[in-house]
């Protein structure tokens, strides 16, 4: 990787040459004609989810593909499928909802044969109004997917379940993911140990940058909206965008073709759901429909108020009742057969009396005051998929997210503002050669940040840019060997509030292949850099601290090894990893022409080794599953190696002890389904910060849900979280620093004890 950095220096020399590591996933090739297809390989679990990256087009095409991958028998009549079209497939899918997802709005229902195949149907009246059958998601979640590392994804099913009503609740059974602050305006996203600062998050392909107060969480999204959640975990391939030093999280929001049944034109979703813990409640109205044959549109308004958290001991924490209320909207048009245009506008707003400091709880030192944090973002979307084409699949997104966090030290400063405003534009297009998938594209992103007093909320300002341009092949060698190549170039440019000036710009490549060893066993390696030159810095930081002119850009490597054991029901993976930040940034108190100053500089460097395992097994009714993390993270410079932790280290990372996540679940009947989850985080001793030494505890909680469609149109879900309210301190929060004197009170947020969840959704 090389990178030119300025003031401080004029260049850095290119690193060694990349080591070629080997990479697996199995992976069927798909098959060239547009005919259906009678696909036979060792069949799967029809529930197994799988990888899939099946473009827009012909419906007759893209189920022969799917049924060819999938390693399913479907037979159907030519004729049913002529002159349909389908949105395509991407994500990770089961058999019965991938074919559900191909088909929506076709007209055409998937019909199960005695011996395990599939055929299709038309859907008449009656079909239609059929009781919906449960799908239970399958436990089996490989770790790899194809060569681009640790990807994990949060289907929708996941999230309701669990009736999810904040980020911690969304990342629940995903081991490498931990999310700590208690309250949703405070929440933190740890991959790896690593904060989500230091990876490339986006919902929807709009980009989410910017901090706004390193006390609070910088995401903000409604669960209600989610379609589902990839986790990218280290950097990986070329498509994560700029800045994925610890890797990306993508958030994809619903359609309304994924809310409309087929042959339906207009529909609605009410919801209302109970939190037991906070006596709370959350409420949605969903409408949607086809506006036209090529138009369609949905809106969302959803609001939740909830009093104060009561922990596993019974008290009621101080500073965690809240208000929040959503407001969306999606457009979605057919502008020719082979054009597609979305536009959405999604506002979230939360407000409530917060500790100062919203991690820690409300003490003598940390207060209580009014904080209100708001969020919108306006994205529009374009693609170019001619069906008869294969060089051209072109994406275009362009978005603007705004957030805004007002906090009030009555008493004190009074009212006090921090704006972060991007705007940007991603274009990529996919050509098919043969045996190569190519994605190539370009991105551009400009952010302001601004803090002040109402009376001027632009005291402070920093602007900064980046544009970068990426490509990355896929290359199917044989049927057995997927090998993998891109490289990306950023150049970033930053202003600061100080009018100092700072460049940086770089290479990032990566490499990997994947090998089907046999037919249930895959291996897999890959190699990944990812840079990072100076962004703005976290708005209510901007009137205190500096940049040290001689900044140097992040720099991170990632290196991955792999495998994937699959037969019959039962699936075994694991992938062990090695990363390593270089030029870590934060900020520190040094002189500064002999007066003390916080200066944001080059700490060190953080380096991280771990593993992942996850096993499942899938019989006919009940899937289990046992996942698995290890890892530790360490700021390696000239003072010593530390441990990560949130106290000295915001912004970067924490340490979370050895993660174990359970689940299962159960289809009792056609309508109804029972499940547990269950996560345990080992304790961790003697963790060293600048205060003093500290511990954490450990912790396993464990939840339970049921789901029953009671009818066609209404369904309840019934959930306890924290079964046995336990009382406990999610190590991705701030842990207890009581014991060191001096340090009375501050203490980071316990999470929620035992909470009760009813959600019952009437279909309209």
Known sequence: MTHRLTPSQPGIAARNPLTLALQAATLALAAATALPTLAQVAEPAASVKKSYNIPAGPLGHALSTFAMEAGVLLSFDPALAANKQTQGLRGEYGVQDGFSVLLAGSGLSLVRQADGSYSLQAITGAAAAQLPTVQISSSYEPLNAGVSGNRRVVSQQDIEHIQANDLEDVFRKTPSVAVGGSVAIAEKVYVRGLEDALLNVTIDGATQAGVLFHHAGRL????????????????????????????????????????????????????????????????????????????????????????????????????????????????????????????????????????????????DWNPGYPLKIERNTTNLGYQLNPVDNPFLNLEATLYNTRAKLQQNVIGRWGIYNGISE?????????????????????????????????????????????????????????????????????????????????????????????????????????????????????????????????????????????????????????????????????????PVNGVPRWVFRNIGDIETEGFDLRVSYDWTQVQVGLSYSDFESELVSDEGDLKLNAYDHGALGNTIGNTWTADLAYQVTDTLELGWNGRLVESLENIRTSAGTVDKDGYAVHDIYAQWFVTPDFNVTFTVKNLFDKYYIDHATNGSFEHIPGYEGIVGLSEPGRDLRLTLSWRI
């Open 422 to 590: 991007s705007q940007g534009i991603n274009l990529r297009n996919t050509t098919q050669l043969s045996a190569h998938e190519l994605i190539y594209g370009a991105e551009y992103r400009d952010d302001i940040v601004n803090a002040g007093p109402e009376t001027n909320t632009n005291a402070e300002e920093e602007k900064g840019t980046v544009v970068g341009f990426f490509v990355q092949d896929l290359y199917q060698v044989t049927d057995k060997l997927l090998l993998s190549a891109g490289v990306r170039y950023d150049d970033y440019e930053l202003t600061d509030t100080n009018d100092k000036e700072f460049e940086a710009d770089g290479f990032s490549p990566n490499v990997g292949a994947s090998y089907q060893l046999t037919p249930s066993l895959s291996v897999n390696a890959s190699y990944a850099e990812a840079l990072r030159g100076r962004q703005t810095m976290e708005t209510f930081l901007l009137d205190s601290r500096m940049n040290d002119p001689a900044l140097e850009a992040e720099e991170s490597e990632n290196t991955e090894v792999g495998f994937e054991y699959y037969r019959e029901a039962f699936g075994f993976s694991g992938t062990f990893y090695r990363s390593r930040i270089d030029n870590a940034i934060n900020d520190q108190r040094i």
């Open 220 to 363: 903000s999204i409604e669960p209600e909206l989610l379609k589902q959640v990839e986790v990218h975990a280290g950097a990986g391939v070329a498509t994560d965008g700029p800045g994925a030093l610890g890797g990306a999280i993508r958030f994809t929001t619903k359609d309304p073709e994924d809310l409309l049944r087929p042959g339906e034109r207009f529909g609605a979703l009410v919801k209302g759901g109970y939190f037991d813990n906070t006596e709370g409640y959350k409420a949605s109205v969903n409408v949607f429909g086809q506006l036209n044959d090529d138009w369609s549109g949905m809106a969302t308004v959803a609001k939740s108020d909830n009093d104060a958290i009561t922990d596993g001991n019974g008290t009621e924490l101080g500073g965690t009742e809240s208000e929040q209320d959503m407001g969306y909207a999606k457009l979605v048009g057919k502008l020719t057969d082979s054009q597609t245009v979305r536009l959405s506008y999604d506002l979230r707003v939360d407000d409530g009396i917060r500790a100062q400091r919203p991690q820690w709880v409300i003490s």
